[in-house]
């Protein structure tokens, strides 16, 4: 099986644009989490979608949201960009759902300028 | 929330040596995972271990949430095993991922 996949894998845009990330999970899961990884903040939990409805949600602003379409794969958007968004964003699929085994995309790392 | 501590936050063995890691956690959890990720920020699965011990080659994992700790053994390391190991633990309906520990695993 093809494992996750996410693109970009490296994007960089300036402060105030928007941007969307994209995740397609392994073939078979309906779960996709999101996480944003800084150096200060280390792995923090964003949201999840389970067919197509958000689960989960983080304590992150709401200039961060994402979907899922019904082949389950997601996406993320961040709007008005600050150069603290700059970080790496991972997603990760399950089968059963968020909160169990959890496998991991590549990652796209977003830098802003 | 929960608090997720791993220990030591870095570690710089011999190539052939063993090591444990540990990860502690404030608050009952449901399920625990280990991984490990590599200098390009790739998240890898070793381990997923709510409790018990599991093994695959030279690295083995034991968790007892009774107790609020997970172990992770890395023996006769390797240059490959070098990169940072998180756990992450379930509490609620979401991860929280550890601290993470930095290894270096010298020629």
């Known amino acids: 099986k093809a494992g996750v996949t996410q693109t970009p894998r490296y994007l960089i845009k300036t402060r105030g644009q928007q941007v969307t990330l994209s995740c397609s999970p392994i073939?078979?899961?309906?779960?996709v989490s999101w996480y944003q990884q800084t150096p200060g903040q280390g792995l923090q939990f964003l949201f999840e979608?389970?067919?197509?409805?958000?689960?989960n949600k983080g304590n992150f602003p709401g200039r961060f949201s994402g979907r899922q379409f019904s082949n389950s794969r997601s996406e993320m958007n961040v709007s008005t960009l600050e150069l603290g968004d700059s970080a790496l964003y991972l997603c990760?699929?399950?089968?059963?759902?968020?909160?169990?085994?959890?496998?991991f995309g590549p990652g796209t790392r977003l830098t802003v300028t | 929330g929960i608090q997720v501590e791993q220990s030591p936050p870095d570690l710089i063995l011999q190539e052939g040596a063993n090591s444990t890691l540990r990860c502690n956690f404030s608050?009952?959890?449901?399920?625990l995972q280990w991984f490990h990720q590599n200098p390009w920020g790739q998240l890898i699965n070793l381990f997923y271990?709510?409790?018990g011990t599991k093994q695959n080659g030279r690295l083995s994992a034991t968790t007892v949430a009774t107790e609020r700790y997970s172990l992770l053994y890395i023996s006769s390391s390797q240059t490959t095993d070098s990169g940072v190991y998180f756990c992450?633990?379930?509490?609620?309906?979401?991860?929280?991922f550890g601290t993470g520990t930095s290894l270096t695993v010298i020629p």
């Open positions: 979608y389970f067919s197509e409805t958000q689960r």
């Open positions: 608050d009952s959890v449901n399920n």
């Open positions: 271990i709510p409790s």
């Open positions: 073939s078979g899961h309906r779960s």
């Open positions: 992450a633990v379930v509490n609620g309906n979401q991860f929280y």
């Open positions: 990760a699929s399950s089968f059963l759902g968020g909160t169990y085994e959890q496998y």
